[in-house]
Protein backbone atom coordinates (compact mmCIF):
# COMPACT_ATOMS: atom_id res chain seq x y z
CA UNK A 1 0.00 0.00 0.00
CA UNK A 2 1.09 3.06 -0.77
CA UNK A 3 2.25 5.37 2.14
CA UNK A 4 2.88 9.24 1.87
CA UNK A 5 4.92 11.11 4.83
CA UNK A 6 4.71 15.16 5.11
CA UNK A 7 7.07 16.58 6.96
CA UNK A 8 6.98 18.81 9.10
CA UNK A 9 3.79 18.89 9.99
CA UNK A 10 3.51 22.33 11.08
CA UNK A 11 5.41 25.18 9.88
CA UNK A 12 5.86 28.61 11.02
CA UNK A 13 7.36 30.71 8.96
CA UNK A 14 8.84 34.23 9.49
CA UNK A 15 7.67 36.65 6.38
CA UNK A 16 10.14 37.37 4.10
CA UNK A 17 12.50 33.73 4.96
CA UNK A 18 12.72 30.56 2.63
CA UNK A 19 10.93 27.29 3.45
CA UNK A 20 10.75 23.59 2.47
CA UNK A 21 8.16 21.59 2.76
CA UNK A 22 9.19 17.55 2.33
CA UNK A 23 6.83 14.45 0.73
CA UNK A 24 8.43 10.93 0.80
CA UNK A 25 6.38 7.91 -0.72
CA UNK A 26 7.04 4.19 -0.56
CA UNK A 27 6.29 3.22 -4.02
CA UNK A 28 6.53 4.35 -7.57
CA UNK A 29 3.68 6.46 -8.98
CA UNK A 30 3.05 8.08 -12.08
CA UNK A 31 1.87 11.25 -10.71
CA UNK A 32 2.56 13.80 -7.90
CA UNK A 33 0.07 16.58 -6.73
CA UNK A 34 0.52 19.25 -4.13
CA UNK A 35 -2.69 20.87 -2.78
CA UNK A 36 -3.53 23.93 -0.94
CA UNK A 37 -6.26 24.26 1.81
CA UNK A 38 -7.88 27.27 3.34
CA UNK A 39 -9.31 26.62 6.45
CA UNK A 40 -13.04 25.79 5.96
CA UNK A 41 -12.46 25.61 2.16
CA UNK A 42 -11.84 22.64 -0.58
CA UNK A 43 -8.46 21.67 -1.56
CA UNK A 44 -6.97 23.85 -4.37
CA UNK A 45 -4.89 22.15 -6.71
CA UNK A 46 -1.14 23.84 -6.68
CA UNK A 47 0.83 21.27 -9.29
CA UNK A 48 1.01 18.26 -10.61
CA UNK A 49 4.77 16.60 -10.85
CA UNK A 50 4.64 13.80 -13.52
CA UNK A 51 8.29 12.87 -14.38
CA UNK A 52 11.61 12.57 -12.84
CA UNK A 53 13.57 16.08 -11.83
CA UNK A 54 9.79 17.74 -13.04
CA UNK A 55 10.34 21.04 -11.53
CA UNK A 56 7.20 23.82 -11.46
CA UNK A 57 6.99 26.97 -10.46
CA UNK A 58 3.95 29.34 -9.49
CA UNK A 59 4.78 32.26 -7.86
CA UNK A 60 6.73 32.20 -4.36
CA UNK A 61 5.86 28.22 -4.89
CA UNK A 62 8.12 25.77 -6.42
CA UNK A 63 7.45 21.86 -6.80
CA UNK A 64 10.24 19.48 -7.70
CA UNK A 65 9.65 15.82 -7.73
CA UNK A 66 12.82 12.96 -7.63
CA UNK A 67 11.49 9.88 -8.24
CA UNK A 68 14.74 8.13 -7.30
CA UNK A 69 14.43 9.75 -3.51
CA UNK A 70 10.75 8.63 -3.84
CA UNK A 71 10.82 12.48 -2.38
CA UNK A 72 8.95 15.71 -3.51
CA UNK A 73 9.27 19.22 -1.89
CA UNK A 74 7.63 22.24 -1.98
CA UNK A 75 9.77 24.97 -1.53
CA UNK A 76 8.21 28.58 -0.80
CA UNK A 77 10.35 31.78 -1.42
CA UNK A 78 10.20 34.91 1.13
CA UNK A 79 7.16 33.74 2.68
CA UNK A 80 4.06 36.04 3.22
CA UNK A 81 0.94 35.88 4.82
CA UNK A 82 -0.83 34.90 1.98
CA UNK A 83 0.60 31.71 2.35
CA UNK A 84 -0.73 30.52 5.59
CA UNK A 85 -2.78 27.33 4.88
CA UNK A 86 -2.06 23.70 4.87
CA UNK A 87 -0.56 22.61 1.96
CA UNK A 88 -1.17 17.94 1.14
CA UNK A 89 0.89 15.97 -1.04
CA UNK A 90 -0.41 13.25 -2.84
CA UNK A 91 0.17 10.58 -5.30
CA UNK A 92 -2.04 8.54 -7.87
CA UNK A 93 -1.95 4.97 -7.63
CA UNK A 94 -4.85 2.10 -8.17
CA UNK A 95 -7.18 4.73 -9.17
CA UNK A 96 -7.27 7.08 -6.09
CA UNK A 97 -5.06 9.50 -4.50
CA UNK A 98 -2.84 9.01 -1.36
CA UNK A 99 -2.44 12.21 0.75
CA UNK A 100 0.14 12.96 3.12
CA UNK A 101 -0.86 14.26 6.59
CA UNK A 102 -0.91 17.84 5.59
CA UNK A 103 1.37 20.78 6.78
CA UNK A 104 -0.25 23.15 8.23
CA UNK A 105 2.10 26.73 7.57
CA UNK A 106 1.66 29.45 9.96
CA UNK A 107 3.28 32.77 8.30
CA UNK A 108 4.42 35.81 11.15
CA UNK A 109 5.20 39.00 10.08
CA UNK B 1 -16.28 26.70 -17.07
CA UNK B 2 -18.43 25.69 -14.39
CA UNK B 3 -16.01 23.70 -11.16
CA UNK B 4 -17.39 20.69 -9.27
CA UNK B 5 -20.37 21.17 -7.54
CA UNK B 6 -21.32 19.93 -4.56
CA UNK B 7 -24.98 19.71 -2.94
CA UNK B 8 -25.94 19.78 0.29
CA UNK B 9 -23.07 22.30 1.44
CA UNK B 10 -24.13 21.89 4.87
CA UNK B 11 -26.36 19.13 6.52
CA UNK B 12 -26.71 17.91 10.07
CA UNK B 13 -28.04 14.27 10.63
CA UNK B 14 -28.77 12.27 14.02
CA UNK B 15 -27.35 8.73 14.57
CA UNK B 16 -29.37 5.82 12.63
CA UNK B 17 -30.27 8.41 9.78
CA UNK B 18 -29.15 8.13 6.35
CA UNK B 19 -27.53 11.00 3.60
CA UNK B 20 -26.87 11.43 0.29
CA UNK B 21 -24.99 13.27 -1.42
CA UNK B 22 -24.92 14.61 -4.93
CA UNK B 23 -21.50 15.74 -7.11
CA UNK B 24 -21.82 17.39 -10.48
CA UNK B 25 -18.20 16.72 -12.02
CA UNK B 26 -16.85 19.63 -14.60
CA UNK B 27 -18.30 19.50 -18.02
CA UNK B 28 -16.74 16.27 -20.44
CA UNK B 29 -14.97 14.92 -17.03
CA UNK B 30 -16.23 11.21 -16.51
CA UNK B 31 -13.92 10.36 -13.94
CA UNK B 32 -15.47 11.18 -10.09
CA UNK B 33 -13.86 10.46 -6.60
CA UNK B 34 -15.35 11.06 -3.11
CA UNK B 35 -12.91 11.57 -0.36
CA UNK B 36 -14.14 11.55 3.32
CA UNK B 37 -11.83 14.50 5.44
CA UNK B 38 -11.50 14.36 9.21
CA UNK B 39 -9.21 16.23 12.12
CA UNK B 40 -8.24 12.46 13.42
CA UNK B 41 -7.67 10.10 9.92
CA UNK B 42 -6.95 13.27 7.31
CA UNK B 43 -8.27 12.70 3.71
CA UNK B 44 -8.99 9.16 3.07
CA UNK B 45 -10.46 7.52 -0.38
CA UNK B 46 -13.72 6.63 -0.62
CA UNK B 47 -14.92 5.58 -3.79
CA UNK B 48 -13.69 6.22 -7.65
CA UNK B 49 -16.03 6.24 -10.88
CA UNK B 50 -15.54 6.35 -14.65
CA UNK B 51 -18.60 5.86 -16.56
CA UNK B 52 -20.37 4.55 -14.52
CA UNK B 53 -18.20 2.05 -13.39
CA UNK B 54 -16.72 1.59 -9.98
CA UNK B 55 -12.74 1.25 -10.43
CA UNK B 56 -12.16 1.27 -6.87
CA UNK B 57 -13.38 1.39 -3.40
CA UNK B 58 -11.69 2.58 0.02
CA UNK B 59 -11.55 1.01 3.52
CA UNK B 60 -14.77 1.73 4.34
CA UNK B 61 -17.32 -0.13 5.83
CA UNK B 62 -20.56 -1.14 3.59
CA UNK B 63 -22.89 1.24 5.06
CA UNK B 64 -21.22 3.88 2.59
CA UNK B 65 -22.07 3.04 -1.08
CA UNK B 66 -22.15 5.17 -4.29
CA UNK B 67 -22.76 5.12 -8.01
CA UNK B 68 -22.67 7.29 -10.97
CA UNK B 69 -25.17 8.35 -13.30
CA UNK B 70 -25.04 8.15 -16.96
CA UNK B 71 -24.20 12.30 -17.27
CA UNK B 72 -21.26 11.66 -15.01
CA UNK B 73 -23.11 12.93 -12.27
CA UNK B 74 -22.44 10.69 -8.77
CA UNK B 75 -23.90 10.07 -5.60
CA UNK B 76 -22.63 8.51 -2.34
CA UNK B 77 -24.87 7.63 0.46
CA UNK B 78 -24.50 6.41 3.52
CA UNK B 79 -26.82 4.55 5.98
CA UNK B 80 -27.34 4.55 9.64
CA UNK B 81 -25.03 7.03 10.90
CA UNK B 82 -22.82 7.17 13.46
CA UNK B 83 -21.12 10.24 15.40
CA UNK B 84 -18.09 9.18 13.54
CA UNK B 85 -19.22 9.79 10.22
CA UNK B 86 -19.07 13.66 10.50
CA UNK B 87 -17.03 15.24 7.95
CA UNK B 88 -16.36 16.97 4.99
CA UNK B 89 -16.66 14.92 2.32
CA UNK B 90 -14.85 15.98 -1.21
CA UNK B 91 -15.79 15.02 -4.75
CA UNK B 92 -13.14 15.66 -7.35
CA UNK B 93 -13.46 15.29 -10.82
CA UNK B 94 -10.85 14.20 -13.46
CA UNK B 95 -10.15 15.09 -17.04
CA UNK B 96 -8.91 12.14 -18.97
CA UNK B 97 -6.85 13.76 -21.94
CA UNK B 98 -5.70 17.40 -22.96
CA UNK B 99 -3.17 19.47 -21.18
CA UNK B 100 -4.74 19.18 -17.77
CA UNK B 101 -4.87 15.26 -18.01
CA UNK B 102 -4.61 13.46 -14.61
CA UNK B 103 -5.25 16.64 -12.39
CA UNK B 104 -8.15 16.49 -10.09
CA UNK B 105 -10.46 19.42 -9.34
CA UNK B 106 -12.22 19.45 -6.16
CA UNK B 107 -15.80 20.52 -5.23
CA UNK B 108 -16.22 22.58 -1.84
CA UNK B 109 -17.40 19.93 -0.29
CA UNK B 110 -20.34 18.33 1.86
CA UNK B 111 -20.15 19.14 5.39
CA UNK B 112 -21.68 15.93 7.34
CA UNK B 113 -22.35 17.10 11.31
CA UNK B 114 -24.31 13.67 12.78
CA UNK B 115 -25.66 14.46 16.33
Known amino acids: ELKVEQNPLFLSMQEGKNYTIYCNYSTTSDRLYWYRQDPGKSLESLFVLLSNGAVKQEGRLMASLDTKARLSTLHITAAVHDLSATYFCALRGDYKLSFGAGTTVTVRA | KAGVTQTPRYLIKTRGQQVTLSCSPISGHRSVSWYQQTPGQGLQFLFE???????NKGNFPGRFSGRQFSNSRSEMNVSTLELGDSALYLC??????????????FGEGSRLTVL
Open chain 2, 92 to 105: ASRSAGGALSGELF
Open chain 2, 49 to 55: YFSETQR
